[in-house]
């Protein structure tokens, strides 16, 4: 009833894995079912079917047959893969949310995700820092991707996302500036990848470039996008292979220019009339040649014109059963597992004999490009429809009469019973016939109450690019990319949306930042092109040099074997307390000028705080940032010399300077602010001051929290209710409790976009900003989802720079935890909590 509530789940990397809109069509993204590692398909649970950021160095990710660093492969790609000496090159492709399952024993049981460095709500914002991962375990190469990403919550079903990527690593080492910066330069990103699940919603729709609006009242003038299948174009953006049947004419979708599109996607769900799509084409049997009976591999063509049938040279298979037969169905193989459903697999007596073999399909790629088709043989007397989700072979033998298909129920008995039913032709002295048909396809007649404004739609706003292109922007080319990943139709549930940014000029040299800010909402069909024009002026992006951040002072006190870490209260601020001791190293809250990320890591009872975040990981035959090889991989998950059972966990600590020998002694010491008392000050003005202060920054601050799973795990990653007493000691979980409390219902208030003066990192026990006289608990509180209600936001323009609305003024639990939701539960082997919060808002 125009409900645009939603809630979101966010991984330890920042990534979003869950949006659930539970009034329209649920759950947005992807489902995460895998298979098991038992066949060899369980690889990427919430690590690849999620909304996160990946950066790539092209350079090391050799594809195809590139060949200019044998280190990183495992043989010779340029040799024939008949070859004993043929063998792949590892990829390099950094997620923000983790890495697949491939590297037993230490991550098939076990997914490493990407670490929880630091987090923080406050108002109706959430931001979340990570450190990226090497996707493709085990691999040879190292990260110096960290990953902070802001939602904030504008009211009206609108999420503003902040993506910001910082290359951490040292411009000055030598493995920064050798070989022109080879090892951690970074030079193509995805910002971000995510998609839908097209069984909710099937139809992406672009604005048109003439109108700048979305056609959609009329099925024969639909401003869609043809989803064809997901991958051949290389890094470099050339076409490649990627398919789409060729009786489609030319389509748009796969890949344009930002500067090209409307700047923005709607997925809409199941409803819209399209009328794209032609009748389904029979197989036939070609009659010129030998006959199936005499070659059955060679005598089926996959379609033929109604000339070709006239004339007699082709005969087309037309589905049927006997007089006074059933189909008299039987199972053909236990249930077709494709990884992503499972199938009872039949096989009935549907047709004439004297046809050969027919792959139905398997190697057809029927319906590839349009998600919202489905395939449905019709009993010409009834009318009744039978819903046909993969068809192995319309023929195999010309001595039988038998179709091989599978159907949507997975109780082989049950579908058995339905089909043998629902196609009876007992008793009828003629042949029943069976229609094969697209619903969708061929729409004769526009229903009279037809009206699709109401439909229910999901965004993404991502802008026309007007920051990357033209003088003093950031260079490289940007594209948005859309694309179905089915293998088979209706079976892979992921339709794949993504923004690229890649090519020359498109570069993250260490020591710089990249700062994006897009939108997505959900709403009606109706009012997503002007919601979206309101949204596109906050579209924002732009790259940062260490020289221009505004940083807050961070310092470091010891007592005896432990250490504090302290923040100033404001951006800029360079004033700490710490009952009168003098900090033993100080930094700063931002990168800075050869200020590199400080880590507190833990491997057990092992701490170390320093500037390595592979301190504790097996030697891999370099210094980071510098990489290991094929033969030696990168490890950051294994703390070497103890049970694969113990992980390391990462804080980032702060910024500090690169040969602080000050932070250097500090090297063995425990972080426990528990021996301190500290606080964060700054000197007062001479006279009160009467306007306020600046407004809020485009980097926001966040605390740090600890990023190891909990042990035992729990059965449900997800808690609400009342947040119950903290741990003592703290647990080692990567969750936060966290109080989100609900937007405003006042409009968004808007700035004119500054330079990001604070990076989201606020280190031990400073004060969080406008709260000068509160101090944090000294417990951590154990793992704990909380979501909130709020009252409908008034509609507001969106303009450049960051948009904060003021303190809400009530919360409460969401008791909910539907299971439509995208939600790590047991079924996947998952041994551990990943997430860090659910955030839930209505409107």
């Not at 139709?489 to 800010?517: C, E, I, K, M």
């Not at 880590?599 to 097996?618: H, L, Q």
């Not at 920054?697 to 190891?708: D, L, Q, V």
């Not at 947040?723 to 000691?729: H, K, L, M, N, W």
């Amino acid at each position: 009833s125009g409900d645009k509530s939603w809630s979101i789940r966010i991984g330890t990397g920042g990534n979003i894995y869950s949006h659930y809109a539970p009034d329209m069509w649920g759950e947005t993204l992807p489902p995460q079912r895998h298979g098991t590692k038992e066949n060899g398909k369980g690889k990427a649970p919430w690590v690849d079917e999620v909304y996160q950021s990946v950066a790539v160095n092209t350079k090391l990710n050799q594809i195809n047959r590139e060949y200019d660093h044998p280190q990183y492969c495992e043989g010779d790609p340029t040799l024939p893969e008949n070859n004993p000496g043929y063998g792949k090159c590892k990829k390099m492709y950094v997620h923000q949310a983790g890495g697949y399952t491939l590297d037993p024993p230490f991550t098939d049981e076990r997914p490493f995700y990407s670490p929880s460095l630091a987090s923080r709500c406050e108002g109706n914002t959430c931001t979340f820092a990570g450190w990226g991962t090497s996707a493709h375990l085990a691999t040879p190469f190292t990260s110096s991707i960290i990953y902070f990403n802001r939602y904030t919550n504008c009211g009206d079903g609108i999420i503003e996302h902040t993506q910001v990527i910082h290359n951490m690593a040292d411009p000055l080492d030598p493995a920064s500036t050798g070989e022109g910066g080879l090892n951690v330069d970074y030079d193509f990103f995805n910002v971000p990848w995510a998609g839908v699940r097209p069984s909710n919603l099937p139809y992406a729709l672009e604005p048109d470039g003439a109108t700048d609006s979305i056609s959609f009242d009329a099925p024969n003038n639909v401003d869609f996008l043809y989803q064809c299948r997901f991958g051949g174009t290389n890094i470099y953006g050339d076409p490649g292979h990627d398919s789409k049947p060729s009786s489609q004419p030319a389509w748009r979708g796969m890949s344009e220019d930002l500067k090209n599109t409307g700047g923005y996607t709607t997925f809409v769900e199941y409803g819209l009339l399209v009328n794209e799509t032609a009748p389904f084409e029979m197989p036939c049997r070609d009659n010129g040649g030998p006959t199936c009976f005499e070659d059955k591999g060679q005598c089926m063509a996959s379609s033929c014109t109604d000339e070709q049938v006239q004339s007699g040279a082709f005969t087309r298979m037309q589905l049927k059963v006997a007089p006074d037969s059933s189909p008299g169905c039987t199972e053909h193989a236990p249930k077709y597992d494709n990884t992503y459903n499972k199938y009872a697999v039949l096989q009935c007596n549907m047709r004439d004999t004297g046809f050969g073999k027919n792959t139905g399909f398997v190697s057809d790629d029927v319906f590839t490009c349009t998600p919202w088709v489905l395939l449905k043989f019709v009993n010409t007397v009834t009318g009744e429809a039978l819903d046909v989700p993969y068809v192995r072979h319309f023929s195999w033998s010309p001595n039988d009469r038998i179709v091989y298909f599978g159907v949507n129920e997975m109780d082989t008995t049950t579908a058995i019973d339905m089909v043998n039913g629902m196609f009876d032709n007992t008793g009828n002295p003629d042949e029943l016939l069976i229609d094969v048909r697209t619903f969708h396809g061929a729409i004769d007649a526009v229903p009279a109450n037809y009206n699709p404004s109401n439909l229910k739609a999901f965004t993404y706003v991502y802008g026309r690019g007007e920051d990357f292109d033209g003088p003093g922007s950031i260079g490289g080319r940007v594209q948005r990319r859309v694309g179905t990943t089915e293998t088979l139709p209706h079976t892979r549930d992921y339709s794949v949306f993504t923004v690229r940014w890649f090519a020359f000029g498109a570069r993250l040299p260490p020591g710089q930042t990249f700062n994006f800010r897009i939108y997505n909402f959900v709403g009606d069909l109706d009012s997503a092109t002007e919601k979206a024009d309101e949204l596109l002026p906050g579209v924002f992006s732009t790259d940062i040099d260490p020289e221009q951040w505004s940083p807050r002072k961070v310092d470091v006190y010891q007592s005896g074997n432990y250490f504090a870490s302290v923040a100033a209260s404001s951006a800029g601020g360079d004033t700490t307390e710490c009952e009168e001791r003098t900090a033993v190293c100080s930094g700063t809250s931002t990168p800075t000028v050869r200020h590199i990320p400080h880590f507190y890591i833990t491997c057990g009872e092992s701490t170390y705080f320093g500037k390595n975040p592979y301190y504790f990981a097996p030697s891999f035959g370099a210094e980071y940032p510098a990489h290991g090889t094929a033969d030696n991989p990168v490890r950051s998950y294994v703390c070497d010399g103890q049970d694969t059972s113990i992980r390391p966990t990462w804080k980032l600590m702060g910024f500090f300077p690169v040969e602080d020998l000050g932070c250097a002694s500090l090297e063995t010491a425990k972080y426990d602010e528990s021996f301190f008392e500290c606080s964060a000050t700054e000197p007062p003005t001479e006279t009160p001051t009467t306007t306020p202060s600046d407004p809020p920054t485009a980097s926001p601050t966040t605390t740090s929290t600890t990023s190891a799973p909990s042990n035992p795990p729990t059965a449900s990653p997800i808690l609400t209710g009342t947040t119950p007493a903290p741990f003592d000691p703290p647990t080692a979980s990567p969750m936060i409790a966290i109080t989100t409390p609900a937007p405003s219902n006042e409009p968004i208030r808007n700035q004119s976009p500054p330079m990001p003066t604070e990076a989201p990192v606020n280190p031990g026990r400073g004060n969080p900003p406008n709260t000068a006289t509160a101090k944090p608990s000294r417990k951590h509180t154990p793992a704990l989802a909380l979501s909130t209600k709020a009252k409908k936001s008034k509609k507001a323009k969106h303009k450049k720079g960051p948009s904060f609305g003021p303190k809400p003024a009530s919360a409460k639990a969401d008791k909910s935890n539907k299971s439509e939701k995208n939600s790590k539960d047991e079924k996947l082997t998952v041994r551990t909590r990943v997430h860090v919060a659910a955030v839930v808002w209505s409107d």
